[in-house]
């Protein structure tokens, strides 16, 4: 049944949106008549969201005509869903994993917990909540209803990046631990060893640093990029 589904939902994505969320005005519309754009800045944007290839939301949001609180504000008002602010949010590892981080990834979405009025239903965060391959994803891999949410995609993603992020740093560790067991003594005793340059959990350290300096060049947030050296020191 829920393959079915699945391939419904893509070949009638259209007819399926407006069944679930009925026949709203156009979030772009919308936001003209909010009066947060012009029309011809929407225009300038269903342009660049044709050339990249993107989402209206990110595209507005990245050109600076609209604020990531006016474009959640409209989306949920549109769908007549809500918001979730994921700052601080403590996300379950077992959901994570029952939903696995592939999809996390793909479909921008993290899992919220169980919704409290049916636990048949799983609420979920996603940066596109009228990505209905996205929900049956879930709904496939879970067994379980959606009821999605809207976040951001900066927001969601910084979850996954928290949380795999941590855990891939944590293998590392434990793969050269294992590899290295009874072989080295004391690090201060092997600090001109440079051998541990290649260590997996060098490596590690220094591209999470590389990859959030990336992700943050273009913010207010920058991570010092010392080095890890083969004696644990930075330079």
Do not use: W
């Not at 949001?61 to 809500?82: H, K, P, R």
């Not at 740093?169 to 050269?176: S, T």
């Amino acid at each position: 049944m829920s393959a079915r589904l699945g391939t419904y939902a893509k070949s009638n994505r259209g007819i399926l949106i407006m069944a679930i969320f009925g026949n709203r005005i156009r979030v772009g519309d919308l936001l003209v008549q909010k009066g947060y754009i012009t029309e011809d800045q929407l225009s300038q944007a269903l342009e660049e969201q044709r050339e990249q290839k993107g989402k209206l939301g990110e595209v507005l949001i990245n050109m600076g005509l609209v604020t990531e609180e006016q474009f959640s504000g409209v989306i949920c008002a549109q769908l007549g869903i809500d918001s979730v602010d994921l700052r601080g949010f403590k996300p379950d590892q077992e959901l994570l994993d029952s939903i696995g981080e592939d999809i996390l990834r793909k479909d921008v979405l993290v899992p919220l917990g169980y919704d409290e009025n049916d636990y048949n239903k799983l609420k979920v965060a996603m940066s596109d909540p009228m990505n209905l391959g996205a929900i049956d994803d879930v709904q496939i891999v879970t067994g379980m209803e959606v009821t999605p949410v809207y976040a951001s995609a900066v927001a969601i993603n910084a979850v996954i990046d928290k949380v795999y992020g941590k855990r891939q740093a944590m293998e590392a560790a434990e793969q050269f631990q294992a590899e290295h067991a009874g072989e080295f003594g004391d690090f201060d005793e092997v600090e001109d060893d440079e051998s541990l340059n290649d260590a997996p959990i060098v490596k590690i350290v220094n591209t999470v640093l590389d990859e959030s300096n990336r992700r943050c060049s273009s913010g207010s947030v920058y991570i010092s990029k010392k080095r890890i050296s083969s004696h644990g020191c930075t330079y």
